[in-house]
T-cell receptor, first 116, second 108 residues
Framework: ETGVTQTPRHLVMGMTNKKSLKCEQH?????MYWYKQSAKKPLELMFV???????ENNSVPSRFSPECPNSSHLFLHLHTLQPEDSALYLCASSQDPSPRGANVLTFGAGSRLTVL | DAKTTQPPSMDCAEGRAANLPCNHSTISGNEYVYWYRQIHSQGPQYIIHGLKNNETNEMASLIITEDRKSSTLILPHATLRDTAVYYC?????????FGKGTRLHILP
């Protein structure tokens, strides 16, 4: 248990479904992140939130919709996904995302998504 | 794209020290070097980070060259549980960008 909890751990959905991934951090961090890891590919940064404000959207398709109601919770809403969106979705949090300081990320265990 | 270059894979005998190299020749003076590892299908795990001086913690040591253009992560006594992909990271435009990393195989 790293202090970052992701649910569900596994999700299977059809292309017309709407589902959500949830992330919660118990570390008192200020920033939260979504990464995507497709099979045999490096992690891809999707979104960054700093003090609940979105500071990064890495050209992610609109079928992925993030939500950050507070500094401890982060959601990724999914709708009309494609089979190529099947991947491991990883949430992370950090204390200090400022460029001057060290920024150590703590990751959750991930949510394994399969789109049929 | 990541600002680091790592060998795609390495082998190390169990019980020996594993030395994982990383090149980051474009690193600027105030950027940290971070190391993470990812065991199969789990979330990445933070190992260590450094700026200029060598660093050591309970998991590993980090040796950074004087010109800061490269670094080496040292696992002093590798075990089978250290089999993982190891990522060396320097922030890109303030973002933590992962490259392909080094797949470390610990041989019994």
């Amino acid at each position: 248990e790293t202090g970052v909890t992701q649910t569900p751990r596994h999700l299977v959905m059809g292309m017309t479904n709407k589902k959500s991934l949830k992330c919660e951090q118990h570390l008192g961090h200020n920033a939260m992140y979504w990464y995507k890891q497709s099979a045999k590919k490096p992690l891809e940064l999707m979104f960054v939130y700093n003090f609940k404000e979105q500071t990064e959207n890495n050209s992610v398709p609109s079928r992925f919709s993030p939500e950050c109601p507070n500094s401890s919770h982060l959601f990724l809403h999914l709708h009309t996904l494609q089979p190529e969106d099947s991947a491991l979705y990883l949430c992370a949090s950090s204390q200090d995302p400022s460029p001057r300081g060290a920024n150590v990320l703590t990751f959750g265990a991930g949510s394994r998504l399969t789109v049929l | 794209d990541a600002k680091t270059t790592q060998p795609p894979s390495m082998d190390c005998a169990e019980g020996r020290a594993a030395n994982l190299p990383c090149n980051h020749s474009t690193i600027s003076g105030n950027e940290y070097v971070y190391w993470y590892r990812q065991i199969h299908s789990q979330g990445p795990q933070y190992i260590i980070h450094g700026l200029k001086n060598n660093e050591t913690n309970e998991m590993a040591s980090l040796i950074i060259t004087e010109d800061r253009k490269s670094s080496t992560l040292i696992l002093p006594h590798a075990t089978l549980r250290d089999t993982a992909v190891y990522y060396c990271i320097v922030r890109v435009n303030d973002k933590i960008i992962f490259g392909k990393g080094t797949r470390l195989h610990i041989l019994p």
